[in-house]
Structure formats: C-alpha cells, structure tokens
C-alpha cells in the first residue's frame, strides 16, 4: 500500500450505471478509475461456497441461506451455476422489480468509490435525463442515491450524464456541443453552451434493449447474447446472417435510427445558435463496436437533422467518459470555491 502526499485532489466523480459502476479521482498527475459490474447472482448457500468465496478476493454477502456474489464476478458465477444474473438497475434508474436492489447496488458503489478522503468530500455522481419514449422518472433513483452517499459520508451532487460526457469530451471546444451516451439501459443526449446546458433528455433503449431483442430473435439466452458482443463483435454487416452477430447488428442500426429520429425531433432550430456549427461526441459502451462511428455519421448525414453539424467525435475511453467527466465537474467546483473543510488524515484503502 502507498500513501502519497502530493496533489491528490479532494473530489470524486461516480458513474452509476445500469450496467457498469465507475468511480474516478485525481491521484497527481493520473485520473485513477475503479470498475465493477452493476449485478450479482444468488446461489444456495453451503459450507463450501462459503469457504470458497472466503478465501477469493470475490466480492459477495451472505444473508440468511443465501449468498450473494456481486460485481464483475456474477457473470462467472451465473454461467458456473447455471443462473441468471439479475441487476440492480433497469432503464438508467433502480429497477422496481428487483427488490435487493437498495442493498446490492450500495454494496457495488461502496467497492467502487471507498470512503471519502475527509467527511463530506464532495462527490459528483450521474443521472440520467427524464426519459421521452416512456413515463418513468428519475426523480426516486436520484434521491435515493444522494442519500446513500451522503450516508457513505460524501457530499453528494448529481450530474446530468449527457453533461458529464461534455465535460470529459469537449474541453477543446468551450464545453460546446452534444454529447450521446450510449448506455446499456438508456442512451442520454445533452446540448450544452459554454458549460450551460441547453437541453436534455435520455431515451429508455441502449445495449439491454439490443441484447434482449436479439436474444429474442434467435432463440438465444441473453447473457450469452451479451457475452458475444462484448467479445468480438463488429458492425461490418458481413458476418453471420442468420446467427446472433447477424441479429445484433440489425437492432444496432435500429437503436441509431431511433436515437437518431428523437435528435432530430428534440433539437430544433431554436436551440442552437445561429451559424454555429456543433460537433456531436458519442460515447457509452454500447458505442464500442468497430464501425459504430462511421455507421452512427451515414445515419446522421441522411436524416433531416435541423442544425449543422462540424464533425461527430468518439470517444477514446467509452467506457470511462461519465465517470471521468463527472470528475471534471466536481475538481472544476472545488477550484471556483475555497476549501471549506479541513482534511482529515488520510483514509485507509
Ligand atoms: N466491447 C463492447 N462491444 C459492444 N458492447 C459493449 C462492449 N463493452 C460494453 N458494451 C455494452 O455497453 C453497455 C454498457 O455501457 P455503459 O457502461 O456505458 O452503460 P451504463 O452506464 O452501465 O448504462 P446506462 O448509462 O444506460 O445506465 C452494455 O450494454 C454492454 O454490453
Ligand atoms: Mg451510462
């Protein structure tokens, strides 16, 4: 274990995910990123499960003749075990039909961001937008996470996700444009000027929805689905007609076309400057495949867009944008205001 005493900055930034958990912070001159999968998988409880996952670094809880394992390790398990995993989160926000939601996605978070460095360390955590293509709120999520972090001991602020992939992606252009996060539960898209959002929303499809329809379509279990398209999968539409990369790839062109037509029925032309042309930055995991960038700018370019557009950008980390932009968020906030509290001694980790 190392203690450093440099300039190791005193804010956090946390991406709750529907599938991913992120944290980051500032350790000198390098944003340190913490990871784990937002979902766990139940098994019968039994000495030897016991013994086993004691003596593994697995994240799991026991609770009365069950236990739970948590995090990146559920998937293993859940194909050892021949079990689903189930997730916290459904759609961007705390799923109403999981009810170990609360708990496990606290015990996820709280792997994920440790403790604050000194009481009330400001944290930035995102949050989707409302979403338009269905009538679920955000509001309860949101609010139950602000007090499980300020329970953790943090200062919790919410972060529009869409913002926060303006704020890790367009530094370069005055905090100008719109951000997409292509999510797993939600795609969130976010205008911004000069830091200000302009308008936002999210909409309630991203990589779930094209795991289950593909799932669906060939008769196939969706974890397995998953798995195939976090593995080698690329948008070249030249493999595989009939088989699940065949599939994936024709609802992947359906959720851009359908994020794409909600753009263009959001954004109008009185949202954004005259003259001005905005660069789109995509980014979220489902962003990931080879040829989601370029297939993304042929379905931009033919759609009737009412703004002009410079360029679109990918990010270089989907994976790591909200998270990192959050931080952004929370470092830019501590130096516009003094340090109002007085580090405590430095936590163990
Ligand atoms: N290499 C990859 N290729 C294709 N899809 C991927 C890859 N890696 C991750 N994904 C998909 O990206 C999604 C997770 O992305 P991300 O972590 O950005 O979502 P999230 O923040 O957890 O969800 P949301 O923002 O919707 O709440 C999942 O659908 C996952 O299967
Ligand atoms: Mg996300």
Redesign the pocket.
């Known amino acids: 274990m190392t203690h450093r005493f440099d300039s190791t900055s005193m804010a956090k930034g946390l991406?709750?995910?529907?599938?991913?958990?992120l944290s980051a912070r500032q350790d000198a001159s390098e944003t340190v990123f913490v990871q784990q999968r937002?979902s766990f998988v139940e098994i019968e409880y039994s000495d030897m499960a016991e013994q086993m996952l004691s003596r593994s670094e697995v994240l799991h809880i026991r609770k009365d003749d069950k236990v739970y394992v948590v995090g990146d390790d559920a998937l293993n398990f859940a194909n050892i075990f021949n079990k689903e995993t189930r997730r916290p989160?459904q759609?961007?926000i705390l799923s109403s039909e999981e009810s170990s939601a609360i708990p496990m996605i606290k015990l996820i978070t709280e792997q994920v961001v440790g403790e604050p460095s000194f009481e009330n360390e400001r944290l930035f955590y995102?949050s989707?937008a409302d979403p338009i293509d269905s009538d679920l709120s955000t509001l309860y999520h949101q609010k139950t996470l602000e007090s499980m972090l300020g329970d953790m001991g943090y200062d919790p602020e919410p972060i529009n996700?869409g913002m926060a992939v303006i704020y890790s992606e367009l530094a370069d252009n005055n905090f100008t444009g719109l951000g997409v996060?292509?999510?797993?539960?939600?795609?969130?898209v976010c205008l911004a000027y000069y830091a200000v959002p302009v308008m936002k929303f999210s909409i309630a499809r991203?990589?779930?929805w094209?795991?289950e329809q593909s799932a669906q379509a060939t008769g196939t279990p969706v974890d397995k689905v998953?798995t195939i398209?976090?593995d080698d999968?690329k948008l070249d539409f030249r493999t595989d007609v009939g088989g699940v990369e065949g599939a994936l790839a024709i609802y992947y062109e359906n959720l851009l076309d359908y994020v794409i037509e909600h753009i263009s029925r959001e954004v109008d032309e009185e949202d954004v400057e005259e003259g001005l042309d905005v660069p789109v930055v995509v980014?979220?995991?489902?962003s990931?495949?080879d040829g989601f960038e370029e297939l993304f700018e042929d379905h931009l370019e033919d759609a009737s867009i009412p703004f002009s557009i410079s360029d679109v950008r990918q990010a270089n980390e989907?994976?790591y944008s909200?998270a990192s932009g959050a931080l952004v968020a929370a470092r830019s906030e501590e130096e516009d205001q003094p340090e109002q509290e007085e580090p405590m001694e430095a936590a163990e980790d």
């Open positions: 991406d709750v995910g529907t599938m991913n958990i937002n989160m759609h961007g995102s989707p996700e996060s292509f999510g797993a539960g939600m795609t969130n991203g990589g779930d094209v795991d998953t398209k976090e999968f980014t979220g995991g489902t990931s495949p989907p994976l909200v």
